[in-house]
C-alpha cells in the first residue's frame, strides 16, 4: 500500500497512499471552517489510546510500567508556535504507526469517495461522517510531528510530515509510553496558543470525556514598574474537562449540549442526534445504556461489515466497539454505549457470543430504542418523517430478523398508499386499519420494482373504482418483509397480483352474479387462449381486477410474486419455476377483437402479444423482444 525509499537505516521516506493524499487535500480545504474538531479529533484518539491499554493491562498488568494514572496532557509553545497533544495510552510501534497513519484502513472507503460531489458544503459533512481523525491536524499545522511509544516496548518511532505527498519514519527515544502529536501551527493559527481559547475548545468538546485533560494552570501576572500585566503560565497542573463517564451521570445532571456533544465524540458525526434514549437498568442484570439515533444515514449503512456503532463498557472500562452483539442489523443506525456492572472485565468476543447476560442486555436495549421510536414517532411526527426517510428501509428488515418484536416493529412501519398516491412513505397500518371499509377483511398491498410501477398497475383498477386503500410497495426489501409479516392486529396482509381474487364483502351479491356470467361467456375464448399460449401461463381466467386494462399477470396463491422472482433472479439466486396466470377483462375492446379474430395464426400473435404486454406493465422483461416486436408489426400493418 504504501512506497517505501530507503533513504537511511533509521530515516525513511515513504508516500501516502493515494486515497491519503486525496482526503488531505479535500480536508484542508472542505473544513477550514471547522478547526476546533482537530483537538476534538486529537484527544478522541488519545482517549481511545488510553482504552486500549486499559483493556490490554487487565491481563498484563506491566504495561502501566508504574505510571497508571492515565491522562491526556495539552500545551503550547508560543515561541515555536507548536501544540502539542501527548497521551500515555498504548502508543504504537513502528508498523502500526505506518499502516494506522499513512493509509486509510475503513471499510466503505471506496463509496466513501465516490460520494463526494465538489460541493464544499456537501463534502464537509460527509467528511464529517467518514471521520477525518488524526488527518485533521493538517487544517491547521503545516508541519506534524508524531512521537510515540508503544507499551512494554523499548524502541520508539518518531513520524514527521507536511501533509503532502510523503512522511517520514525514524527511530527515537521517549522516556513514558504513549503518543506525543506535535502541531507546528500556520501562519495565522495563533488562536491555538492561546491558553484560553484552547480551554474553552477543551471544555466544549471533550468534557465527557473519561480520562482527565490536564493543562498548566494560567495566572495574571502584573507588570513591573506600572507596565501593563499578562497571563502566564505556571508550573501548576489543572484538568480542565470534567472526566467523568456522561453516561454514569444522573440524567438531571446532563444538559442537552452534554448529550449533543457526546454523541458526536462517540459517532463522529456533525449533525445532533434525532433522539436519544438514556436509562439505569437494575434487578438480574445491571447496566447503563445511552443510545442515540442518528438524524442522517451515514454513507455505510449498507456496508453489513461495519462492526461500529455500540461500545461496550464494564464498570466504565471501554471493552470493544461492536455493533453486533448488542444491536440487531435491522438498528444497525444506533449509536451509543452500554455499560455492564456485571460482566467480567476480561469478556471476549467469543464470550460474548454465547453470554446469555450479554443477550439480556441487548434485548432489554432493542427494547428501549423500539419505544424511543414509537415516542418519536406518536409525539414528532415530522421527525419520524425524517427518521423514516433515513432509515426505514434499514428498520423493514426488522420483522424478518426479529420476531419477538415483530407487532412492535409492525407498527413502526410506514408505506406509500392509494391513499395519497405519492412515493412518501407515511401511512402506518394501524392508518390504514382505521380508513378500512366495514366490510373489508384484509390489508391489501401490491409490490412492484418501482413506485410508479406499482402505483399504475393494472391490478388497482378495481380498488381504485371502490375506493378501496391498497400499500404501494416497492422498496426491494418489501418482499423480504413480506415474508415474514403476513397479519397486523389480526388481519391477513394479502397481495393483490396474487391468487384468486376475493373481495369478500366488498362485494354484492349482484356483483358476484353479474361475474359468473361474464366467465361463462367467455369459456370458449380462455380455452382458445390457453391452447394458443400453451406453456408461457399457468392458467387463463376472466379477471375481476381489471376495470381498463385489457390483461393482467397473476402469480399463483403460494408462488413467489413476479416481483420477487425477478430481484431473485437480478441477485443470481435461482427461484422456483412458476408460470404466471393470464387474466383477461373480456369487455375491452382489444380482448373483444381478439374474441372475433377467426383465422389462427393471428388469434396467437394477438395473444402473445396481449401476454408480452401484461408482463411488461407489471414491470417484467420479455424473454424474447424480437419477437414481440415481429408480432407487434404484424398486426399494425
Ligand atoms: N494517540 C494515539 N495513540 C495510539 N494510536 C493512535 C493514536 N492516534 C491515532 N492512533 C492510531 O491511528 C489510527 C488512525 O487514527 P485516525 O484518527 O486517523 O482514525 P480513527 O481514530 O481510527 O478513526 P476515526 O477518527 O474516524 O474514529 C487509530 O485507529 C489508532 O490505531
Not at 122 to 146: E, H
Request: hydrophobic share 40%; glycine share 6%; with cysteine.
Amino acid at each position: 500500500m504504501t512506497t517505501a525509499t530507503a533513504e537511511s537505516q533509521s530515516k525513511q521516506t515513504m508516500g501516502f497512499q493515494a486515497e491519503v493524499k486525496q482526503l488531505l487535500q479535500l480536508m484542508i480545504h472542505s473544513l477550514y471552517s471547522n478547526k476546533e474538531i482537530v483537538l476534538r479529533e486529537l484527544i478522541s484518539n488519545a482517549s481511545d489510546a488510553a482504552d486500549k491499554l486499559r483493556f490490554e493491562a487487565i491481563s498484563n498488568g506491566s504495561l502501566y510500567e508504574n505510571d497508571s494514572v492515565l491522562n491526556i496532557r495539552i500545551s503550547f509553545d508560543k515561541d515555536a508556535r507548536t501544540l502539542t497533544i501527548a497521551d500515555n495510552g498504548i502508543g504504537m510501534r513502528r508498523e502500526e504507526v505506518i499502516n494506522n497513519i499513512g493509509t486509510i484502513a475503513k471499510s466503505g472507503t471506496k463509496e466513501f469517495f465516490q460520494n463526494l460531489t465538489g460541493d464544499q458544503a456537501k463534502d464537509a459533512n460527509l467528511i464529517g461522517q467518514f471521520g477525518v481523525g488524526f488527518y485533521s491536524s493538517f487544517i491547521i499545522a503545516d508541519k506534524v510531528t508524531l512521537i510515540t511509544r508503544r507499551a512494554g516496548e523499548t524502541e520508539a518511532v518518531k513520524w514527521e510530515s507536511h501533509g503532502e505527498g510523503d512522511f517520514t519514519i525514524e527511530a527515537t527515544e521517549k522516556a513514558g509510553r504513549g503518543t506525543e502529536v506535535i502541531l507546528h501551527l500556520r501562519e495565522g493559527e495563533e488562536e491555538f496558543l492561546n491558553d484560553w481559547k484552547l480551554k474553552s475548545i477543551v471544555r466544549k468538546y471533550s468534557d465527557h470525556i473519561t480520562l482527565p485533560i490536564v493543562m498548566k494552570k494560567s495566572e495574571w501576572k502584573d507588570g513591573e514598574n506600572g507596565e501593563g500585566g499578562q497571563m502566564v503560565t505556571t508550573d501548576e497542573d489543572e484538568t480542565i474537562n470534567k472526566a467523568s463517564a456522561l453516561w454514569a451521570r444522573s440524567k438531571s445532571d446532563i444538559s442537552e449540549e452534554e448529550y449533543q456533544a457526546f454523541y458526536k465524540h462517540i459517532s463522529h458525526d456533525y449533525e445532533n442526534p434525532l433522539a436519544y434514549t438514556h436509562s439505569r437498568v437494575e434487578g438480574k442484570q445491571e447496566y447503563i445504556s445511552l443510545l442515540y439515533v442518528p438524524a442522517k444515514a451515514p454513507f455505510d449503512l449498507y456496508d453489513r461489515d461495519r462492526n461500529q456503532g455500540i461500545k461496550l463498557y464494564v464498570k466504565r472500562v471501554f471493552i470493544m466497539e461492536d455493533a453486533d452483539k448488542l444491536m440487531p442489523q435491522y438498528l444497525r443506525f444506533v449509536r451509543g454505549v452500554i455499560d455492564s456492572a456485571d460482566l467480567p472485565l476480561n469478556v471476549s468476543r467469543e464470550i460474548l457470543q454465547d453470554s446469555r447476560d450479554v443477550e439480556a442486555i441487548k434485548n432489554g436495549s432493542v427494547k428501549k430504542v423500539l419505544s424511543l421510536l414509537e415516542e418519536v414517532a406518536d409525539n414528532k411526527p415530522d421527525d419520524y418523517a425524517k427518521f423514516w426517510e433515513q432509515f426505514g428501509r434499514v428498520l423493514k428488515e426488522g420483522p424478518g430478523e426479529d420476531f419477538a418484536n415483530k407487532e412492535k416493529i409492525a407498527t413502526l412501519l410506514r408505506f406509500a398508499s392509494t391513499q395519497s398516491d405519492t412515493e412518501v412513505q407515511n401511512v402506518s397500518l394501524k392508518d390504514y386499519l382505521s380508513r378500512m371499509k366495514p366490510e373489508q377483511e384484509v390489508i391489501y398491498y401490491i409490490t412492484a420494482d418501482t413506485f410508479a410501477a406499482a402505483k399504475n398497475s393494472p391490478h388497482l383498477e378495481i380498488f381504485r373504482k371502490k375506493g378501496i386503500e391498497v400499500l404501494l410497495m416497492s422498496d426491494k426489501v418489501d418482499e423480504w418483509l413480506l415474508g415474514s409479516l403476513t397479519e397486523f392486529e389480526g388481519k391477513k396482509l394479502q397481495s393483490i397480483a396474487k391468487g384468486d381474487l376475493d373481495l369478500g364483502k366488498l362485494e354484492d351479491e349482484a356483483d358476484k352474479a353479474a361475474q359468473k356470467e361474464v366467465e361463462a361467456q367467455a369459456k370458449d375464448l380462455v380455452e382458445r387462449l390457453k391452447a394458443a399460449l400453451g406453456d408461457a401461463v399457468k392458467e387463463v381466467k376472466v379477471t375481476h381486477r381489471l376495470t381498463d386494462s385489457p390483461a393482467c399477470l397473476v402469480a399463483g396463491e403460494h408462488d413467489l410474486s413476479g416481483n420477487l422472482a425477478r430481484i431473485l433472479k437480478a441477485a443470481g439466486q435461482k427461484a422456483p419455476e412458476s408460470k404466471p396466470i393470464l387474466e383477461i377483462n373480456p369487455s375491452h375492446r382489444l380482448v373483444e377483437k381478439l374474441s372475433a379474430e377467426a383465422d389462427a395464426a393471428r388469434f396467437a400473435d394477438y395473444a402473445h402479444v396481449l401476454f408480452d404486454q401484461a408482463l411488461l406493465a407489471e414491470g417484467g422483461q420479455l424473454e424474447n423482444p424480437a419477437s414481440f416486436v415481429k408480432r407487434m408489426n404484424s398486426l399494425i400493418l
